[in-house]
């Protein structure tokens, strides 16, 4: 193999790794509680990694405060991961 081919070889390759990041998709945990603004925290590599976010997320904001079930269930309503694609 000749130094032409190998430079094409590895193009051909850097070019292919680039596609395959550009389009996987990214995942976004949207907040949107109501009458107030929405928050969009992201990217995400994985659904798992934005759904463990938003555990995380109701973690911390009914720490402060002992809820019920459905007072965790309501915050954790408002919030949902989203697909770039």
Request: charged letters at 20%.
């Amino acid at each position: 193999m000749n130094l032409r081919h190998a430079a094409a070889l590895a193009l051909v390759g850097l070019l292919i790794a680039i596609m395959i990041y550009a389009l996987r998709p990214r995942y976004y945990l949207i907040v949107a509680f109501p009458e107030k603004p929405v928050v969009q925290l992201g990217p995400f590599a994985t659904q798992a990694s934005c759904d463990r976010a938003r555990q995380q997320m109701s973690e911390i904001l009914v720490s402060s405060e002992p809820l019920e079930k459905k007072g965790r269930e309501e915050i954790t309503g408002v919030m949902d991961c989203v697909s770039s694609r």
